[in-house]
C-alpha cells in the first residue's frame, strides 16, 4: 500500500521538528555511546553496541539530510575512528515496512564505507523480525532503540515483549504522535479507540471511563508501561511545523527510557538546546515580579516529599517524573530540569542558609575557608554518575 505520508515526509526537505527529534536523537545515542563505552571496560563479557531503528525510514531526506540510521551509522563510525572503542562489535539494525524506503535504505547501507559496524535490515513490518531482533539484543550488551512511527503505528505492548527480557543495559526512545491520539480521543470513533488503546496500552473500558483529560491517561499510561522497563522515563512535548514554521504546541511526544541520569540530563540538555533556538526560552532569563516558579517547585518537593533529607539521584528522579511541555516552558520561567539547572537552584538554597549538603569533597568548588573544601555543588561533578548523585544527600536546614 502506498503511505502518502512517505512522500510527504522523506519526498520534502527535513522539517523543523524532525531536525528538532534528529538533535535529541543524535545528542542521547552519542553519550548513551560514551557511557557504555566506558563501563565496558570493566565487563568481561558484554562487549557489544547495538542501535536499533525499528521505523527506519528512507535513510534521507529530499534535501539529501541524513535520516535516522545514517544519523547513528555516523555516531558509531565516528566512536570507532576516535580510538577510544572498548567494543568488539558496533552493530547496526533497521527494519522498514515500505519498499521502497526499505530499498533506498537498503543501497545507502551498502554504500556506507565503514566495514567496522555490522548491519543487519529488515524488509517488513518490525513485528515480523521479533524474534531476531530478540536474539540480537541477547547477544548484545549494550544498545539503544528508536521507535520513530509517523502516527499511531506503535503498538506498545509489542514493544514491550520484544524489549521486556533483554533491555536490561539499553536505552529506549520512542516518539508518540500526541495531537493525532487527542483528537481520535475526542472525535472517540470504534476504529480511532482501537488505534490508541494499542498505542498507548490502555484498554477500551478504561479509556472511555477515565475522568482525566487525555493528556493526563497519555502521561499516566506511557509512565506506567516503560516503568515496568527502566527507572527513568522521561517525556517532552515539542511542536509541528506548518509552512516552514513551529508552532507553539506539543503536538509530539519523545519519550526516553533509561536506568542512567547522566544520559536523563543528555536527552533534556539536547531538548533545551531545541527550545533555546527555536524559541526565547533562555535559562538565563530573569523574572524579577513574579520569582522562579521552578526554585518553588524544588523547595516544596525537599519539603513535602523529603523533610528528612533525600539524595540528589532521588530528587533528580523526582523532579524528572513529569512530561515536559514546550508550550509552558517558552512561556514561563520554568526551567528545564538539566542536572546543571538542578544543582545551581539548590546552590541558591545553599548559599540562602535553607539546605546544607553531605557529601565527599570532591562534588564541591574549593573555597578557602577554614572548613576546607565546601560551598556549592559543582555540577559537573554532582552529575557526572549515578553513584556520585547517591553519595550527595540534601537536608533543609532547620531554622
Ligand atoms: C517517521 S518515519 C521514520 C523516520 C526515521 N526514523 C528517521 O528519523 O529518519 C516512519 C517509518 O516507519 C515505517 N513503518 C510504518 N510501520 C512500520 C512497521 N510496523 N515496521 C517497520 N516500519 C514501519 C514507515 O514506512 C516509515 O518509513
Redesign the pocket.
Given at each position: 500500500m502506498n503511505?502518502k505520508r512517505?512522500k510527504q515526509?522523506f519526498g520534502e526537505p527535513k522539517k523543523i521538528n524532525t531536525q528538532i527529534k534528529?538533535h535529541i536523537l543524535s545528542n542521547t545515542l552519542n553519550t548513551s555511546l560514551a557511557i557504555a563505552n566506558n563501563l565496558c571496560k570493566v565487563y568481561k563479557t558484554d562487549k557489544v553496541y547495538t542501535y536499533i531503528?525499528?521505523?527506519?525510514?528512507?535513510g534521507v531526506f529530499e534535501d539529501y539530510s541524513k535520516?535516522?540510521p545514517l544519523i547513528a551509522i555516523d555516531l558509531l563510525s565516528q566512536h570507532n575512528e576516535s580510538g577510544k572503542n572498548n567494543f568488539n562489535d558496533l552493530q547496526i539494525v533497521c527494519?522498514?515496512?515500505?519498499d521502497k524506503?526499505y530499498c533506498d535504505l537498503q543501497r545507502l547501507l551498502i554504500e556506507y564505507p565503514d566495514e567496522n559496524i555490522t548491519c543487519y535490515s529488515g524488509s517488513g513490518?518490525?513485528?515480523s523480525f521479533s524474534a531476531q531482533i530478540q536474539s540480537i539484543l541477547k547477544d548484545s550488551g549494550w544498545g539503544f532503540i528508536?521507535a520513530?512511527?509517523?502516527s499511531t503505528?506503535l503498538d506498545i505492548e509489542s514493544l514491550k515483549n520484544a524489549l521486556q527480557s533483554y533491555s536490561k543495559l539499553k536505552d529506549i526512545l520512542v516518539f508518540f504522535n500526541f495531537r493525532t491520539l487527542a483528537r481520535q480521543d475526542g472525535r472517540k470513533y470504534i476504529q480511532d479507540i482501537d488505534r490508541i488503546c494499542k498505542n498507548i496500552g490502555i484498554n477500551a473500558s478504561e479509556l472511555l471511563d477515565a475522568d482525566e483529560n487525555f493528556s493526563e491517561i497519555f502521561e499516566y499510561k506511557i509512565k506506567e508501561h516503560f516503568k515496568d522497563l527502566k527507572k527513568f522515563v522521561i517525556g517532552v512535548g515539542f511542536p509541528t511545523t506548518v509552512k516552514g514554521q513551529l508552532i507553539n504546541s506539543d503536538y509530539f511526544y519523545l519519550i526516553f527510557s533509561t536506568n542512567t541520569p547522566v544520559l536523563v540530563d543528555a536527552f533534556l540538555d539536547s531538548y533545551e538546546e531545541m527550545l533555546e533556538k527555536y524559541t526565547n526560552y533562555s535559562v538565563n532569563q530573569q523574572m524579577p515580579l513574579f520569582g522562579n516558579p521552578d526554585k518553588n517547585y524544588i523547595f516544596d518537593v525537599l519539603k513535602t516529599e523529603y523533610s528528612g533529607g533525600c539524595t540528589l539521584y532521588d530528587l533528580y528522579k523526582h523532579i524528572t517524573d513529569k512530561f515536559l511541555s514546550w508550550k509552558e516552558l517558552t512561556k514561563t520561567i520554568k526551567k528545564v530540569p538539566t542536572i546543571k539547572n538542578v544543582v545551581s537552584i539548590l546552590n541558591e538554597f545553599y548559599n540562602e542558609g535553607s539546605i546544607k549538603y553531605i557529601a565527599n569533597n570532591d562534588v564541591f568548588y574549593k573555597k578557602n575557608s577554614k572548613h576546607g573544601y565546601e560551598g556549592n555543588l559543582r555540577y559537573s561533578e554532582a552529575g557526572k554518575s549515578a553513584d556520585n548523585m547517591k553519595n550527595i544527600r540534601i537536608c533543609l536546614n532547620s531554622r
Open positions: 503511505d512517505n515526509h534528529h531503528d525499528l521505523f527506519a525510514g528512507r535520516g535516522s527494519t522498514e515496512k515500505d524506503n513490518e518490525w513485528e528508536f520513530d512511527p509517523y503505528e
